[in-house]
């Protein structure tokens, strides 16, 4: 079946550092790909998303490209800072896009000062 | 708008009890997702409804596990009997048309 696989957390990084968030997929059709982030304490957020191949989806200095012919959704920020600490999950849609969604296992994110 | 609403945000309970989750969709909304997050399992989607019909439970973990969405506000997931590999955030999310998903802030449950 349809499955994310994300690089493992915990990731620490200083400051102002680049970010990259490894994230591939299996799928049989044609999926929808998208990253969520969770702050402690709080359900996910949707951070961007993508819904055709070679689409980039950007928010808030993030940005991630739909690779379909390496069939990655790796999540990028030039400069990181304390309060982009979170989880953040990878995930694909096996169906119109946004529904059923399938979850990596998510990868904590700590910035230090 | 209030976002999804989720209750309790904490529940403990002990083996054997019924327990029962709440959650109120975004109004408007015609997409109700429940799914669980452990650390061994990650986000797992239980259950899915459109339009208060129940469109896939193939996450069900087993008969010890319901879900009900008795109107468009409103929708329980219910554990009869609890056991200890139940304890786990439960989170509620809701969509409209399947577009972007909006979780509610989640349900702490841990069977003692």
């Known amino acids: 079946g349809d499955s994310v696989t994300q690089m493992e957390g915990p990731v620490t990084l200083s400051e102002e550092a680049f970010l990259t968030i490894n994230c591939t997929y299996t799928?049989?059709?044609?999926?929808?790909l998208f990253w969520y982030v969770q702050y402690p304490g709080e359900g996910l957020q949707l951070l961007l998303k993508?819904?055709?191949a070679d689409d980039k989806g950007s928010n808030k200095g993030f940005e991630a490209t739909y690779r379909k012919e390496t069939t990655s959704f790796h999540l990028e920020k030039g400069s990181v800072q304390v309060s982009d600490s979170a989880v953040y999950f990878c995930?694909?849609?096996?169906?119109w896009g946004g529904g059923k969604l399938i979850f990596g296992q998510g990868t904590e994110l700590s910035v230090k000062p | 708008d209030a976002g999804v609403i989720q209750s309790p945000r904490h529940e403990v309970t002990e083996m054997g009890q019924e327990v029962t989750l709440r959650c109120k969709p975004i109004?408007?909304?015609?997409?109700l997702f429940w799914y669980r997050q452990t650390m061994m399992r990650g986000l797992e989607l239980l259950i899915y409804f459109n339009n208060n019909v129940p469109i896939d439970d193939s996450g069900m973990p087993e008969d010890r596990f319901s879900a009900k969405m008795p109107n468009a506000s409103f929708s329980t997931l219910k554990i009869q009997p609890s056991e200890p590999r139940d304890s786990a955030v439960y989170f509620c999310?809701?969509?409209?048309?399947?577009?972007?998903?909006?979780f509610g802030s989640g349900t702490q449950l841990s069977v003692l």
């Open positions: 995930a694909l849609s096996d169906h």
């Open positions: 993508a819904t055709k």
């Open positions: 799928a049989t059709g044609y999926p929808s």
């Open positions: 109004s408007g909304h015609d997409y």
């Open positions: 999310a809701s969509s409209q048309l399947g577009e972007k998903l909006f």
